[in-house]
């Protein structure tokens, strides 16, 4: 089953060409991860899927209809998008912003509905913000503020989720702390999320489904498992390293060569 | 959650509202209130507040209502009027372009507002100084030039985008032009209206009477509910483009009609009261301070300390150096440009 597909998309800004004529099937129910090197257009990639951009060439498909011709508060309910480090406007409580994802929901006279109030809840205690619902976003931690945002967009109530870097800025334990949540609403509701990622080693622990961007269109796909190698990282990433696996997850793990400190004996590196 | 009042009608009336914004704007309800009896009662014949208000209810000593009924009210009204369209007007803009900087003046909508009715009062009054065509084409003029200039200032400063700083500049700029239009049609116009007209670019509501208020009151206060009831379409643009796309706002269209529902009010108030400057600056930006940045609390708050600001403005205006008159947008000015000044202070160190 596919939530979301790209037929012959091409998406360009202005003159430059970024992806060209790419295939794509985002599995239903499942965490999908783009990865790519810097300015591989993997960012955009997920803009387009979120009907952020508009393709110059072919399309987008949402349940299998073009998504430029469906209305936009309607793609709203069904697929929400976060984008690279938003910014709340000043002084903005984290209920508030919530409050905004119920916007596709609301008409002239019907602005705060009992389902409005009930999915702001859900989605305050599933980021764990309900203690904070009344501190101003810019008042809170990095993390506290991603998670802000995700609950706005959960409170959205969308079986799609796009995210475009959500760990960026967050230090080690906050990227976990984001990465398990969403995992969890994907085991337990089967929200499908999308999300570029950029630490390889944290996108093949939680990736059902890996895409590897290049030269503009999907390089491979499948799962982490299945596609990564030292040839697909050499192509990708243009960087030598070793694939071994992870110790605690069994996924697997990527180390990149380079210079550093050696401090295991010579004849122990194999 | 009991910080927070809630009402509903059945499925299809819903609307929530913070108690602290609710206390705020009720406590700077009775100031504007406290202000208008005050600036009713003030003048050449000074009337208690507790007397201008039985005035007003139709008791009283007789010459109290003559005074304020026939005088007083219209202006004040105008100018109470006046302040809360530009204040709207400037909240709007500020949540659109997600600048403090951003307000009908500082884009150049006022001096465009102001340019299309000195060229309407010239190309439609007589010598006797009145005017050949209904004075009710007058806002429809203001509110053609406020859009004309909003779109020159929209067209010049769009590139791949919005930018707050050359919005501001481009800005400037048309305001200074429109300024030099202003000034070229009242040379080139009639002598006997140049006066006039000058002091009235300064804004000045010297000459409010009941036929302004009359359609003013209608118009600005229809304005402000439509605001008012569109308020989640700013709170979404607040939250940037790629946000509110994904949110399923129609941004373009919904910032269209932002765009006309502030020049509309900016129109409504230059068209009578003048083009007093700054207010549509500092109300918003007071008000995000008072009741934080969502927009269904912002407005109203905007809307009354602009009120009260244009008002104490007129009231000064007519007392400091009484007999004489000084028109309101000289205090306006006086309190804003060092207000524009420290706001672009502050927004240089971010």
Same mark, same amino acid.
């Given at each position: 089953?596919?939530?979301?597909q790209?037929?012959?998309?091409?998406?360009?800004?202005?003159?430059?060409?970024?992806?060209d004529?790419?295939?794509?099937?985002i599995?239903?129910?499942?965490?999908?991860?783009?990865?790519?090197?810097?300015?591989?257009?993997?960012?955009?990639?997920?803009?387009a899927?979120a009907?952020?951009?508009?393709?110059?060439?072919?399309?987008?498909?949402?349940?299998?209809?073009?998504?430029?011709?469906q209305?936009?508060?309607?793609?709203?309910?069904?697929l929400?998008i976060?984008?690279?480090?938003?910014?709340?406007?000043e002084?903005?409580?984290?209920?508030?912003?919530?409050?905004?994802?119920?916007?596709?929901?609301?008409t002239?006279?019907?602005?705060?509905?009992?389902?409005d109030?009930?999915?702001?809840?859900?989605?305050?205690?599933?980021?764990?913000?309900?203690e904070?619902?009344?501190?101003?976003?810019?008042s809170l931690?990095?993390?506290?503020?991603?998670?802000?945002?995700?609950?706005?967009?959960?409170?959205?109530?969308?079986?799609?989720?796009?995210?475009?870097?959500p760990?960026?800025?967050?230090?080690?334990?906050?990227?976990?702390?984001?990465?398990?949540l969403?995992?969890?609403?994907?085991?337990?509701?089967?929200?499908?999320i999308?999300?570029?990622?950029?630490d390889?080693?944290?996108?093949?622990r939680?990736?059902?489904?890996?895409?590897a961007?290049r030269?503009?269109?999907?390089?491979?796909?499948?799962?982490?498992?299945?596609?990564?190698?030292?040839?697909?990282?050499k192509?990708v990433?243009?960087?030598?390293?070793?694939?071994?696996?992870d110790?605690?997850?069994?996924t697997?793990?990527?180390?990149?060569?380079?210079k550093?400190?050696?401090?295991l004996?010579?004849?122990?590196v194999? | 959650?009991?910080?927070?009042?809630?009402?509903?009608?059945?499925?299809?009336v819903?609307f929530?509202?913070?108690?602290?914004?609710?206390?705020?704007?009720?406590?700077?309800g009775?100031?504007a209130?406290?202000?208008?009896?005050?600036?009713?009662?003030?003048?050449?014949?000074?009337?208690?507040?507790?007397?201008?208000?039985?005035?007003?209810?139709?008791?009283?000593?007789?010459?109290?209502?003559?005074?304020?009924?026939?005088?007083?009210?219209?202006?004040?009204?105008?100018?109470?009027?006046?302040?809360?369209a530009?204040?709207?007007?400037?909240?709007?803009?500020?949540?659109?372009?997600?600048?403090?900087?951003?307000?009908?003046?500082?884009?150049g909508?006022?001096?465009g507002?102001?340019?299309?009715?000195?060229?309407?009062?010239?190309?439609?009054?007589?010598?006797?100084?009145?005017?050949?065509?209904?004075?009710?084409?007058?806002?429809?003029?203001?509110f053609?030039?406020?859009?004309?200039?909003?779109?020159?200032?929209?067209?010049?400063?769009?590139?791949?985008?919005?930018v707050?700083l050359?919005?501001?500049?481009?800005?400037?700029?048309?305001?200074?032009?429109?300024?030099?239009?202003?000034?070229?049609?009242?040379?080139?116009?009639?002598?006997?209206?140049?006066?006039?007209?000058?002091?009235?670019?300064?804004?000045?509501?010297?000459?409010?009477?009941?036929?302004h208020?009359?359609?003013? *009151?209608?118009?600005?206060? #229809?304005?402000?509910?439509v &605001?008012? =009831?569109? +308020?989640? !379409?700013?709170?979404?643009?607040?939250? @940037?483009?790629?946000?509110?796309?994904?949110?399923?706002?129609a941004?373009?269209?919904?910032?269209?009609?932002?765009v006309l529902?502030?020049?509309?009010?900016?129109?409504? *108030?230059?068209a009578?009261? #003048?083009?007093?400057?700054? &207010?549509? =600056?500092? +109300?918003? !930006?007071?008000a995000?301070?008072?009741? @934080?940045?969502?927009?269904?609390?912002?407005?109203?708050?905007?809307a009354?300390?602009?009120?009260?600001?244009?008002?104490?403005?007129?009231?000064?205006?007519?007392?400091l150096?009484?007999?004489?008159?000084?028109?309101?947008?000289?205090f306006?000015?006086?309190?804003?440009?060092?207000?524009?000044?420290?706001?672009?202070?502050?927004?240089?160190?971010?």
């Open positions: 089953m596919e939530a979301l790209a037929k012959e998309l091409t998406l360009a800004y202005g003159e430059a060409l970024i992806i004529r790419l295939h794509l099937t599995p239903k129910g499942k965490v999908t991860v783009l990865i790519g090197a810097n300015g591989c257009g993997k960012s955009t990639l997920l803009r899927l009907r952020l951009l508009k393709p110059t060439g072919g399309a987008v498909l949402l349940d299998g209809k073009e998504i430029a011709k209305p936009t508060k309607e793609i709203a309910r069904r929400a976060l984008p690279q480090s938003p910014t709340a406007p002084g903005l409580t984290v209920l508030q912003l919530v409050k905004q994802g119920r916007y596709p929901y609301q002239w006279l019907k602005q705060w509905s009992e389902e109030e009930r999915a702001v809840a859900r989605a305050l205690a599933a980021t764990g913000l309900t904070l619902a009344e501190r101003p976003v810019d931690s990095g993390g506290q503020r991603q998670r802000a945002w995700i609950a706005m967009t959960l409170a959205q109530e969308t079986d799609i989720i796009l995210l475009d870097e760990t960026t800025y967050l230090d080690l334990a906050h990227q976990i702390d984001i990465l398990d969403l995992f969890e609403l994907n085991e337990k509701e089967q929200r499908t999308v999300m570029v990622l950029h390889l080693n944290l996108a093949c939680y990736a059902h489904h890996l895409v961007i030269d503009k269109t999907v390089y491979a796909e499948g799962k982490p498992e299945h596609v990564i190698s030292r040839q697909l990282v192509d990433f243009q960087m030598d390293c070793q694939i071994t696996y110790p605690l997850f069994g697997p793990l990527c180390i990149p060569y380079g550093g400190r050696h401090i004996q010579k004849e122990g194999s | 959650m009991k910080k927070y009042i809630t009402v509903r009608m059945g499925n299809y819903s929530f509202y913070d108690k602290k914004a609710a206390v705020v704007i009720a406590a700077l009775a100031a209130v406290l202000l208008f009896l005050v600036s009713v009662g003030s003048g050449e014949m000074s009337i208690s507040p507790v007397e201008a208000a039985t005035a007003l209810l139709g008791y009283g000593e007789e010459i109290h209502q003559t005074v304020i009924l026939t005088f007083r009210l219209p202006r004040v009204l105008v100018a109470w009027l006046a302040g809360m530009l204040a709207a007007a400037g909240a709007i803009l500020q949540g659109m372009v997600r600048n403090p900087l951003a307000s009908p003046d500082v884009l909508i006022t001096g507002a102001a340019a299309a009715v000195v060229a309407f009062l010239a190309l439609f009054s007589d010598e006797n100084n009145s005017l050949t065509v209904s004075i009710h084409w007058l806002p429809l003029a203001a053609l030039g406020a859009t004309a200039a909003a779109w020159v200032v929209y067209m010049l400063a769009w590139k791949n985008g919005l707050p050359r919005l501001v500049l481009v800005g400037i700029g048309i305001s200074a032009l429109m300024q030099a239009l202003t000034t070229l049609l009242m040379i080139v116009g009639p002598i006997y209206r140049a006066n006039q007209a000058n002091v009235w670019i300064t804004g000045s509501v010297y000459g409010a009477s009941w036929q208020v009359s359609f003013m *009151a209608p118009l600005v206060v #229809g304005l402000l509910l &605001v008012m =009831l569109a +308020a989640r !379409h700013v709170n979404v643009q607040e939250l @940037g483009d790629e946000l509110a796309i994904g949110l399923g706002s941004v373009e269209r919904q910032r269209l009609g932002l529902l502030s020049t509309a009010l900016t129109g409504g *108030a230059v009578f009261a #003048g083009g007093i400057g700054f &207010v549509g =600056l500092m +109300a918003p !930006h007071m995000r301070r008072l009741v @934080g940045s969502a927009f269904g609390a912002l407005l109203p708050t905007a009354l300390l602009g009120g009260v600001l244009v008002m104490g403005a007129d009231l000064a205006g007519r007392m150096l009484a007999p004489t008159e000084i028109p309101a947008g000289v306006t000015a006086a309190l804003g440009a060092p207000y524009f000044i420290y706001l672009l202070y502050r927004s240089r160190k971010t």
